[in-house]
T-cell receptor, first 113, second 114 residues
C-alpha cells in the first residue's frame, strides 16, 4: 500500500538558517504529493503541492520538487523565520481515483531568534 | 466564506460513554473526510463521505465507530463505548467535489477518554 516516510523531528534552527525536511514515499502509479503545515491549536493548511514528476511546488518561500526517480518530495526554505515554527506533514494522494490522503508522521520545526 | 467548522473542540468522555463529533464543511462542499491523529503520529484516514453516501470507509475500525453525512446538517463521527485508545485528535476535511480537489481541514476535535 501507499506510505510516506518523513524526517524525524523535532528540528530546531536559528532564524535565517536553511531548512530541509526530507520526505520519501511508496506508491503505485503517479500520486500527487503535498506538504501541509499545522500551527499550534489549528487544523492543517495546504502549503504546496505537485501533481506530476519534476513539478516544483512553491509557496511562502518554501519549495519542493517531485522526484520520481528517488521517490522524494523534500521541503526546503532558504531563510526561515520564527513564524515558520509549526509541524510539517508530507502527504500523498493516490492516482487511482482514491481521494484519501496518506500522511507522514510530521516534523516539528522550532525557529529560535 | 467560513472555513470547515468542527465542534466541540475538546471533548472529555469516561470509558464506556459515547462520543459525537460534528463537522460542518465549507459552503458549497459536498465531500467530507475524517482523519484521526494519535499522539506523536501522523493523520490516518478513516472515512470519506458524500451527502447521504459513504464512499470509502476502509480506515474505520470495524466496531464502535460510525459516520454519516445527512442531506441536511453536519457530518457526524460517532464512537460508541469509548476506550482510552480512542483518545486522539479527530480532523475533518471537506472538498467541493471528490477527484483531484484540495481538501480543506477543520481545527479538529481533541477527544480525551478518562
Amino acid at each position: 500500500g501507499n506510505s510516506v516516510t518523513q524526517m524525524e523531528g523535532p528540528v530546531t534552527l536559528s532564524e535565517e538558517a536553511f531548512l530541509t525536511i526530507n520526505c520519501t514515499y511508496t506508491a503505485t502509479g503517479y500520486p500527487s504529493l503535498f506538504w501541509y503545515v499545522q500551527y499550534p491549536g489549528e487544523g492543517l493548511q495546504l502549503l504546496l503541492k505537485a501533481t506530476k514528476a519534476d513539478d516544483k511546488g512553491s509557496n511562502k518561500g518554501f519549495e519542493a520538487t517531485y522526484r520520481k526517480e528517488t521517490t522524494s518530495f523534500h521541503l526546503e526554505k532558504g531563510s526561515v523565520q520564527v513564524s515558520d515554527s509549526a509541524v510539517y506533514f508530507c502527504a500523498l494522494r493516490s492516482s487511482f481515483g482514491n481521494e484519501k490522503l496518506t500522511f507522514g508522521t510530521g516534523t516539528r520545526l522550532t525557529i529560535i531568534p | 466564506n467560513a472555513g470547515v467548522m468542527q465542534n466541540p473542540r475538546h471533548l472529555v468522555r469516561r470509558r464506556g460513554q459515547e462520543a459525537r463529533l460534528r463537522c460542518s464543511p465549507m459552503k458549497g462542499h459536498s465531500h467530507v473526510y475524517w482523519y484521526r491523529q494519535l499522539p506523536e503520529e501522523g493523520l490516518k484516514f478513516m472515512v470519506y463521505l458524500q451527502k447521504e453516501n459513504i464512499i470509502d470507509e476502509s480506515g474505520m475500525p470495524k466496531e464502535r465507530f460510525s459516520a454519516e453525512f445527512p442531506k441536511e446538517g453536519p457530518s457526524i463521527l460517532r464512537i460508541q463505548q469509548v476506550v482510552r485508545g480512542d483518545s486522539a485528535a479527530y480532523f475533518c476535511a471537506s472538498s467541493p467535489r471528490g477527484s483531484g480537489y484540495e481538501q480543506y481541514f477543520g481545527p479538529g476535535t481533541r477527544l480525551t477518554v478518562t
